[in-house]
């Protein structure tokens, strides 16, 4: 069965330092794969999303995520840290079924140091 | 800002009792998920329903049903609620079941079972 592991659940950065989430994915076949951002009582923002092509992802707010096949990860990055990234972050995968379900890790929180 | 609206935004309930929440989805969506976020835990999938039918159910008992409106609007209800229950639960439009397909999310009900 499909499943995501976040090993992190709380990380501390410093604003302006460099930024790495971990995601590690189990499944089948060509992952669909994704990163949300839940900021304090708010839904999920989507961030970015690998489906196919090249293995490195921009998406939004300067984030970008690399796809790695052989080490089942799919890990969150940023280079600069702003005080207004501050909140949960969560790895999905798509479940490839009939429907565009997704199977969420537990999260990582993470925190901004001025 | 996503366009799905979800009501109430926090509800008190006891054991026992009955509840209903609401999603109204974002224009053009004939799809919609329902998830269950836990304190601490990333969002599990309930189900999703696609153009007024079910389209695929999470790991839930029964007493979880739902139902989908003809303008795509949906509803969860939960009957005979339990501790367990206590939770934010998401909503999530989009157009159609396929993984490509962006979720956009509600930003939740804050569900409380005393």
């Known amino acids: 069965a499909q499943s995501v592991t976040q090993p992190d659940i709380h990380i501390t950065v410093s604003e302006g330092a460099s930024l790495e989430l971990r995601c590690n994915y189990s499944?089948?076949?060509?992952?669909?794969l994704f990163w949300y951002v839940q900021s304090p009582g708010q839904g999920l923002q989507l961030l970015l999303k690998?489906?196919?092509?090249?293995?490195l992802v921009q998406g939004i707010k300067g984030f970008e995520a690399e796809f790695k096949r052989s080490q089942s990860s799919f890990n969150l990055r940023k280079p600069s840290v702003h005080w207004s990234d501050a909140a949960e972050y969560f790895c999905a995968v798509g479940d490839g079924g009939a429907t565009n379900k997704l199977i969420f890790g537990t999260g990582t929180l993470l925190a901004v140091q001025p | 800002e996503t366009g799905v609206t979800q009501s109430p935004t926090h509800l008190i309930k006891t054991r026992g009792q009955q509840v209903t929440l609401r999603c109204s989805s974002q224009s053009g969506h004939n799809t919609v998920s329902w998830y269950q976020q836990a304190l601490g835990q990333g969002p599990q999938f309930i189900f999703q329903y696609y153009r007024e039918e079910e389209n695929g159910r999470g790991n839930f008992p029964p007493r979880f049903s739902g139902l989908q409106f003809p303008n795509y609007s949906s509803e969860l209800n939960v009957n005979a609620l339990e501790l367990d229950d206590s939770a934010l639960y998401l909503c999530?439009?989009?157009?159609?079941?396929?993984?490509?397909?962006?979720?956009?999310f509600g930003s939740g009900t804050q569900l409380s079972v005393l």
């Open positions: 690998y489906f196919s092509g090249d293995t």
């Open positions: 499944y089948g076949a060509t992952p669909y």
């Open positions: 999530a439009s989009s157009l159609g079941v396929g993984q490509g397909g962006k979720l956009f």
